[in-house]
């Protein structure tokens, strides 16, 4: 259930309630793909770092260890031991990206595994299968992602498979959670709105699944090389098409600045690998900027990455002993870095909230946006 609390312009701060707790919005979900974060950060870590949502990888737990196997260890949540809400994507996004060999057909689509080339068949109702075996809070539906740019008559096409697609996503799901058997019962479901970069296509489709009532909608296929300017474009027209009492989540974004343009625009929810990849290679976001910690000139540097952050390790450690284990390859320097970006980000959310609890959004935008753009 979504409760609007208030709203600055477009930017909406609310409060998401599911049946694993109540989601703070804006917020950003942290990316565990195969249910685990990149660079040793635990369940038990994620909850110090601030983070809300653990997102995970319908794809690669399919492909390891099995969505059988997890059902078998009591869903996602028992097994990785992390208690609040966790989404999963359909997957369909790795099937198109990842995948080679891949043959799509209106049953769905048959893909050879990035692991070991064995033939997978996956559909709206497996991927449904799937995410209803990991047993999360939240389960998205199974839509076609297409390359940007691409033909409008293939993009229009593909909108509508997707719609249909979404269709039998919903009718799969109300069977499966009355299914005494289910691991989540209450398990949620998002449909996805797609058309490339073409705003009619977006507005049309995002008017055509609306009407399916569905638990929360998503902004796919964009941050995918695509302009800034031209997402931000895409995010204004579809919105005001998006119902006012459901939380909307842009997908595989972003950038601080992307995030607060989205807000502004009236977005809500967010996940990216990002924070956690770059700090897997010394990049890191900081209160005056982006840093490189492998630049020479940290060597010395007994400071902390960021002397504004409250997080574990700018209150332990120095930019020259992360430098050094980075330099050596030792396995902390990447738990430590990749702490530091998630409390970041984690906390970026947080302080978007209380700007829009304190009516001050506009302004905080305008401070942040540049500066956490800025390579130092």
Same mark, same amino acid.
């Given at each position: 259930?979504?409760?609007?609390? #208030? ?199 995002? #008017? ?157 935008? #305008? ?10």
């Amino acid at each position: 259930m979504y409760k609007l609390l #208030k709203t600055e312009g477009n930017a909406r701060r609310a409060e998401f309630v599911t049946n694993r707790g109540t989601v703070q919005t804006p917020a950003f979900m942290n990316v565990a793909t195969a249910a685990a974060i990149k660079g040793g950060v635990s369940a038990e870590d994620l909850k110090i770092l601030g983070c809300q949502v653990m997102l995970s990888n319908t794809y690669h737990l399919h492909i390891r260890p099995g969505d059988e196997t997890v059902k078998k260890c009591g869903g996602l949540h028992k097994f990785t031991t992390w208690d609040g809400p966790i989404l999963t994507d359909s997957g369909g996004f790795q099937v198109f990206s990842l995948a080679s060999l891949r043959q799509i057909k209106e049953e769905g689509v048959t893909f050879a595994s990035h692991v070991d080339g064995r033939r997978i068949f996956m559909g709206p109702e497996e991927s449904m299968q799937i995410q209803s075996n990991l047993g999360s809070t939240i389960a998205m539906a199974f839509d076609e992602c297409v390359e940007n740019p691409a033909e409008y008559s293939y993009a229009k096409a593909s909108c509508e498979r997707t719609t249909r697609w979404l269709e039998r996503c919903k009718a799969k799901m109300q069977e499966l959670n009355s299914l005494e058997t289910t691991v989540n019962p209450e398990q949620m479901l998002f449909g996805i709105n797609q058309g490339c970069t073409y705003a009619d296509l977006r507005v049309e489709h995002m #008017k055509r699944i609306r009407e399916l009532d569905l638990d929360g909608y998503a902004i796919g296929g964009l941050a995918v090389g695509e302009p800034a300017e031209v997402m931000y474009d895409i995010i204004e027209n579809v919105t005001p098409h998006m119902p006012d009492n459901k939380i909307r989540y842009l997908m595989g974004v972003g950038t601080p600045a992307n995030i607060l343009n989205a807000v502004e625009r009236g977005v809500d929810l967010f996940d990216c690998v990002m924070p956690s990849r770059n700090a897997r290679h010394g990049h890191l976001f900081t209160s005056k900027g982006i840093i490189n910690i492998n630049n020479q000139k940290y060597e010395l540097d007994m400071s902390p990455i960021d002397e504004n952050c409250g997080c574990p390790v700018c209150q332990r450690y120095s930019k020259a002993y992360i430098r050094h284990l980075l330099k050596s390859g030792e396995m902390l320097s990447q738990r430590l870095l990749v702490m530091h970006n998630l409390w970041f980000y984690n906390h970026l959310m947080e302080d978007i909230r209380n700007a829009l609890d304190n009516g001050n959004f506009a302004q905080f935008k #305008k401070e942040k946006e540049e500066i956490y753009s800025t390579r130092i």
